[in-house]
């Protein structure tokens, strides 16, 4: 079986935990660019070394950059059943994947703007699983540490106020067309709500139209 799919949405949207959510219930491979850039940073790889200057303030890593890493991820992979959350994240990026792989359905995950700002204050990241806390509304169980493996959660640099601001803006000028995009191709999904508990079952309902629910 093949299925391929991509997750939308404005920075702390809820991308990495409805993401971890389906590939839970459905078990499709999963790349996050974010995420996968942020281990690049740790290890000091020449890519994270690239992708560091932008990250931190709160722009874009180029287009060209990111495709050809993604796209060398991609085949990586030894299933065709996958979720990308956090690339394609420009139009152009959205074109060179179209242009190798078209996709099953797209997923885009529309959540009120004073709650997004709202939301990165209280965020703490797991950095090799991606795993996302927050303090407010889904606290670790132990404080600053990670559920499953004990180990350090950190606060991304860039989730400060005023980079925050300005990835919400790079998102509104460069990424909000990639949802046109899709929509002209007959593929979007919208799902609204408060919370990723409130989108959630929206999202699986759409997900059990393409693929058989796991048994875990
Ligand atoms: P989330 O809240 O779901 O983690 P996000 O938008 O806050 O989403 P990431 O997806 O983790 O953050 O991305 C963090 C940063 O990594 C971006 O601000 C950007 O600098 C860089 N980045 C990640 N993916 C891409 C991409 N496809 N193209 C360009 N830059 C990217
Ligand atoms: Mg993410």
């Given at each position: 079986m093949a299925f391929r799919s991509v997750i939308l949405g404005a920075p702390a949207s809820g991308k990495g935990t409805i993401s971890s959510r389906i590939v839970k219930a459905f078990g499709l491979e999963h790349i996050a660019s974010g995420d996968r850039l942020r281990i690049n940073i740790k290890e000091n790889t020449p890519l994270g070394n690239t992708a560091k200057s932008y990250i931190e303030k709160g722009l874009l890593v180029p287009d060209d950059v990111m495709v050809n890493f993604i796209s060398k991820e991609l085949q990586q992979l030894k299933k065709n059943t996958w979720l990308l959350d956090g690339?394609?994240?420009t139009v152009s990026q959205a074109e060179a994947l179209w242009s190798v792989q078209k996709l099953d359905v797209v997923l885009n995950l529309v959540v009120p703007f004073n709650i997004i700002v709202d939301r990165v204050k209280g965020r703490w990241v797991h950095?090799?699983?991606?795993r996302v806390y927050n303090?407010?509304?889904?606290?670790?169980?132990?404080?600053?540490?990670?559920?499953?493996?004990g180990e350090d959660l950190i606060q991304r640099k860039d989730d400060n106020p005023e980079i925050v601001l300005k990835r919400l803006e790079q998102y509104e000028n460069l990424t909000r067309p990639v949802i046109n995009f899709y929509k002209n191709k007959g593929i979007l999904k919208e799902f609204e709500g408060k919370s990723s508990d409130e989108i959630w079952p929206k999202v699986k309902s759409v997900l059990l139209n393409y693929l058989p629910e796991q048994k875990s």
């Amino acid at each position: 079986m093949a299925f391929r799919s991509v997750i939308l949405g404005a920075p702390a949207s809820g991308k990495g935990t409805i993401s971890s959510r389906i590939v839970k219930a459905f078990g499709l491979e999963h790349i996050a660019s974010g995420d996968r850039l942020r281990i690049n940073i740790k290890e000091n790889t020449p890519l994270g070394n690239t992708a560091k200057s932008y990250i931190e303030k709160g722009l874009l890593v180029p287009d060209d950059v990111m495709v050809n890493f993604i796209s060398k991820e991609l085949q990586q992979l030894k299933k065709n059943t996958w979720l990308l959350d956090g690339f394609p994240r420009t139009v152009s990026q959205a074109e060179a994947l179209w242009s190798v792989q078209k996709l099953d359905v797209v997923l885009n995950l529309v959540v009120p703007f004073n709650i997004i700002v709202d939301r990165v204050k209280g965020r703490w990241v797991h950095l090799p699983s991606g795993r996302v806390y927050n303090t407010d509304f889904n606290a670790p169980k132990v404080p600053g540490k990670d559920d499953i493996t004990g180990e350090d959660l950190i606060q991304r640099k860039d989730d400060n106020p005023e980079i925050v601001l300005k990835r919400l803006e790079q998102y509104e000028n460069l990424t909000r067309p990639v949802i046109n995009f899709y929509k002209n191709k007959g593929i979007l999904k919208e799902f609204e709500g408060k919370s990723s508990d409130e989108i959630w079952p929206k999202v699986k309902s759409v997900l059990l139209n393409y693929l058989p629910e796991q048994k875990s």
